[in-house]
């Protein structure tokens, strides 16, 4: 008898194949027969009229906190995710060493954007080494499966101490033996990878760059033996990827033998640098290597509204004044003529101001139904241009709306052109993975957690400011293609011998929802959380997590260990 019985749904199997009619049957968490099934079942959903797709694989979080005091990992579950990869871009929680936690949250504070009393009050580091976390992380049932990173800037503060603090300090060659040793234990353990950060934009919450910035190939290649050693893992990369950087990072994956990830987006500064970056990729892949670009499906922008973390009046002395009240005082406040005066026409001569001018040039009011593709005349500025009025003025009548909860959307990357034709190439790309979602950071100034449901939704449906995208390649790009870039065969595709991770969507249903701040993190710390409509189902291994907009209570998801993410069959980590 089978356990579940799909039946009649529109099957996009992840695979890229094409969709068809087709009845589904599960059996222990594992999908048993695709194509007309007979037989009884425990349990038969009529799927008629729906699509039927893999569980969305994210290799891109940073749930490293919240996985230990958050079972249902939302916003993530919200969207149909049933695998998500932590531990990226360096940061995270273990190892670590009694007493120096504090750097930890400093860290990941400034570098991901989660408040620091947030991470001191969730986050009980009841764990020393990397396996010990991995132990505690597997404790706790969840709705979805997880899978954790080893980070390079942690492991260089546990081995180096304070020194490691500080990028510009080479460690000695005992120290890059340890930190070999340890990450070759972690890998052992099961970690999926190692992950680093080499970007400027990276810093701690004290002003200091990343500890990893740049680490020569000496520690480099100390990490990449560990990967030899355990022959295990990806190697995971946010780089600005300046001159010979490609190059930095292709030879540590050519030591290690292993595959490379690496974050690949379009900034302001070097337009055309994506371009580049995806020509040595493809280069790098047609020798043999193993290397994917992890790429959004929207420009990466700012929420700013006068409850977020980034709002354009943050440093003027009136705002000061009324940035501690709770919202509704502020909004009370805010009724003051006067004041809203001071804010629009009194503005300080600073240098986040100064941004800020230039950041309503780019911003957009967030409207119901908001296209992630503004035009130009779409912007605060030349809307309050074309109006007479000031763009400081609009932007503060724009927030105010909705009792105050107003949006403004500021894309600072990804969107150099003002379009997403630039996206649409990565996308297009066989060398590129969905992974800049970022679910679990920039908890109240970004907003990409959704990616997923806004991939499916936009790109094979809505955008009417350029062509589209098939819908098999978008969900073969968020499921099968994320899946193995991590070695996870297992999982990701709709055929007989996988794991039973399933959603069931009403496709002409299917959107993000608006935005809004919640106040439900540890300290009572604010977030903002996009939703999502249109998910009928969600089954994790073959148990249905998300019912109909609602959780069920079921949590089958588990902690990945390495080779156990694998199928009992014959398939390989590529």
């Known amino acids: 008898m089978h356990d579940l019985l799909i039946k009649g749904g529109t099957v996009v199997d992840g695979t890229g194949a094409s969709a068809r009619t087709a009845d589904i049957a599960v059996a222990g968490g594992i999908v048993t027969a695709v194509g007309k099934v007979e037989g009884p079942a425990r349990r038969i959903i009529n799927a008629e009229g729906a699509l039927v797709l893999p569980g969305w694989v994210d290799i891109h979080t940073h749930y490293d906190g919240q996985a230990t005091w958050d079972p249902e990992l939302t916003p993530s579950s919200l969207h149909g995710v049933t695998t998500t990869v932590f531990g990226n871009c360096g940061v995270g929680f273990a190892p670590v060493r009694p007493g120096s936690e504090p750097y930890l949250i400093n860290l990941m504070e400034g570098v991901e954007d989660i408040p620091g009393t947030v991470l001191a009050e969730g986050v009980d580091f009841r764990w020393e080494s990397f396996p010990e976390y991995m132990d505690v992380v597997a404790e706790t049932p969840r709705t979805m499966d997880v899978g954790t990173q080893v980070p390079h800037g942690v492991l260089r503060f546990y081995v180096m101490g304070e020194r490691g603090a500080d990028h510009e300090t080479v460690p000695t060659a005992d120290e890059i033996a340890e930190m070999r040793d340890l990450a070759e234990a972690a890998l052992r353990a099961g970690a999926l990878g190692i992950s680093t950060s080499r970007t400027t934009k990276h810093k701690a919450a004290d002003g200091r760059m990343t500890p990893g910035l740049s680490a020569d190939q000496a520690e480099l290649f100390g990490l990449a033996e560990a990967m030899r050693r ?20 292709e030879d540590v994956a050519r030591h290690s033998g292993r595959p490379l990830s690496v974050l690949l987006l379009q900034i302001d500064r070097e337009p055309r640098r994506w371009r580049e970056t995806l020509d040595s990729i493809e280069r790098s892949n047609r020798a043999g290597m193993e290397v994917r670009g992890q790429v959004g499906c929207r420009p990466i922008g700012v929420m700013m509204g006068l409850d977020t973390s980034m709002n354009p009046f943050a440093t003027h002395p009136a705002w000061k004044t009324i940035a501690e009240l709770t919202p509704a005082a502020r909004i009370a406040a805010l009724r003051d003529s006067d004041l809203r005066l001071r804010l629009i026409e009194e503005r300080p001569a600073d240098s986040y101001t100064k941004f800020m001018a230039y950041g309503l040039t780019r911003a957009s009011e967030f409207t119901p139904g908001f296209d992630y593709e503004p035009l130009p005349a779409e912007t605060i500025d030349a809307r309050a241009h074309t109006a007479g009025r000031s763009p400081w003025d609009l932007a503060l009548e724009s927030m105010l709306k909705y009792d105050g909860k107003g949006l403004l959307f500021f894309p600072f990357e990804n969107y150099s ?89 009403d496709f002409d249903a299917l959107q993000v929802t608006r935005p809004e701040i919640v106040y439900d993190l540890p300290a009572g710390g604010k977030r903002l959380v996009q939703g999502a409509e249109g998910y009928l189902h969600t089954f994790v291994s073959g148990v249905e997590v998300r019912s109909m907009g609602e959780f069920t209570g079921a949590r089958p998801g588990r902690l990945l260990r390495g080779a156990t993410a694998l199928p009992s069959t014959t398939r390989t980590a590529a």
């Open 230 to 249: 355990a022959d295990a893992g990806v190697f995971q990369c946010n780089t600005d990827f300046g001159p010979g950087e490609y190059g930095i990072l």
């Open 417 to 505: 052109d003002g379009n997403l034709a630039v996206i649409r190439k990565l996308l297009l790309s066989p060398h590129t993975v969905c992974g800049l979602g970022d679910g679990g950071a920039h908890v109240a100034t970004l907003c990409d957690a959704g990616y997923p449901t806004f991939l499916l939704s936009y790109w094979a449906r809505d955008r009417i400011k350029g062509p589209r995208l098939p819908l098999e390649h978008l969900v073969r790009k968020q499921t099968a293609a994320t899946a193995q870039s991590y070695g996870l065969h297992d999982r990701g595709q709709l055929e007989p011998g996988f794991r039973a991770d399933i959603n069931v969507v």
